[in-house]
């Protein structure tokens, strides 16, 4: 038996498309699965110093260890619509926004990349963990911040107002969806090992989609919000066709990202191919 470490964040849409393999209901032949679940900033810290053999990322993080890690064709967060939220507590113009403070969940999250191509200073961005920043937001600690996961559905619940959806602005950009994260994977792997992990990657989203109350209860037991509307909502929209596969538009948007980030001086450049 082979012993490889999974990272998975707690939010409703890892939780969920990995039910099957985490609770055995999809083999993994000849694998046997460590899991560790941490908020994404934990997750792309843990990656930045090869701690884990398998795990989601935030594509920005990919962005700095793309010579160790490959990105699967299954698994990612890439969609229309699905952007990260800048909100305030008050209406803004989206031009406003550089030199206010705004709260990320991450130094190397997507969206603080998203910041930063949109014009905004490293200087500017706080970083706290996702929980905490609606309520930072709220209580005029910060002037705005990024909302991802649930409190991307509940803000306006707070009095909370959007000041910019990076879905909607990365999509007038490019016409392309916007990639956010990703699962992905040790190169020392090996292709062979890389095409399994790859495809009962797969098998457990197809399974999430014929049985998808099987992983209720898992989902609810990590999940942030407990309403099962919230959960719903979340995983409809980040659980989609390009993460079952890539296919072609989803491997053009990710390469698009990084030539964009790229082309700023935002991320390093790499000679070697994405994906694996």
Same mark, same amino acid.
């Given at each position: 038996?082979?012993?490889?470490?999974?990272?998975?964040?707690?939010?409703?849409?890892?939780?969920?498309?990995?039910?099957?393999?985490?609770?055995?209901?999809?083999?993994?032949?000849?694998?046997?699965?460590?899991?560790?679940?941490?908020?994404?900033?934990?997750?792309?810290?843990?990656? /930045?110093?090869?701690?884990?053999?398998?795990?989601?990322?935030?594509?920005?993080?990919?962005?700095?260890?793309?010579?160790?890690?490959?990105?699967?064709?299954?698994?990612? /967060?890439?969609?229309?619509?699905?952007?990260?939220?800048?909100?305030?507590?008050?209406?803004?113009?989206?031009?406003?926004? &550089?030199?206010?403070?705004?709260?990320?969940?991450?130094?190397?999250?997507?969206?603080?990349? $998203?910041?930063?191509?949109?014009?905004?200073?490293?200087?500017?961005?706080?970083?706290?963990?996702?929980?905490?920043?609606?309520?930072?937001?709220?209580?005029?600690?910060?002037?705005?911040?990024?909302?991802?996961?649930?409190?991307?559905?509940?803000?306006?619940?707070?009095?909370?107002?959007?000041?910019?959806?990076?879905?909607?602005?990365?999509?007038?950009?490019?016409?392309?969806?916007?990639?956010?994260?990703?699962?992905?994977?040790?190169?020392? $792997?090996?292709?062979?090992?890389?095409?399994?992990?790859?495809?009962?990657?797969?098998?457990?989203?197809?399974?999430?989609?014929?049985?998808?109350?099987?992983?209720?209860?898992?989902?609810?037991?990590?999940?942030?919000?407990?309403?099962?509307?919230?959960?719903?909502?979340?995983?409809?929209?980040?659980?989609?066709?390009?993460?079952?596969? $890539?296919?072609?538009?989803?491997?053009?948007?990710?390469?698009?990202?990084? /030539?964009?980030?790229?082309?700023?001086?935002?991320?390093? &450049?790499?000679?070697?191919?994405?994906?694996?």
């Amino acid at each position: 038996m082979r012993y490889l470490s999974l990272g998975i964040s707690p939010c409703p849409n890892d939780t969920a498309l990995f039910y099957g393999l985490i609770s055995g209901h999809v083999p993994l032949s000849g694998i046997s699965l460590r899991l560790r679940i941490e908020d994404v900033d934990t997750l792309n810290r843990l990656a /930045a110093i090869c701690s884990l053999d398998i795990t989601k990322i935030s594509l920005h993080a990919y962005g700095h260890l793309r010579q160790d890690y490959v990105l699967l064709r299954t698994g990612a /967060a890439v969609g229309r619509g699905c952007g990260p939220l800048v909100v305030a507590r008050k209406p803004l113009a989206p031009e406003c926004l &550089p030199g206010l403070r705004i709260a990320v969940p991450g130094r190397l999250t997507t969206a603080s990349l $998203l910041l930063q191509m949109y014009g905004v200073a490293p200087s500017s961005l706080e970083v706290m963990p996702f929980h905490a920043i609606e309520t930072a937001v709220v209580e005029g600690k910060v002037d705005a911040g990024v909302l991802i996961h649930e409190a991307r559905f509940t803000c306006e619940n707070r009095g909370l107002v959007k000041v910019l959806d990076f879905g909607i602005w990365w999509e007038a950009l490019t016409g392309l969806p916007l990639p956010l994260g990703g699962i992905v994977a040790k190169r020392r $792997l090996g292709r062979p090992t890389l095409e399994l992990v790859e495809q009962a990657i797969g098998r457990s989203i197809d399974r999430l989609f014929a049985v998808p109350d099987a992983a209720r209860d898992f989902i609810r037991s990590h999940a942030q919000e407990s309403d099962d509307e919230v959960l719903d909502g979340h995983i409809g929209l980040y659980v989609n066709e390009f993460t079952r596969h $890539l296919g072609k538009d989803g491997e053009v948007a990710v390469e698009e990202f990084f /030539a964009r980030a790229e082309a700023k001086g935002l991320l390093p &450049p790499c000679p070697v191919g994405l994906f694996g």
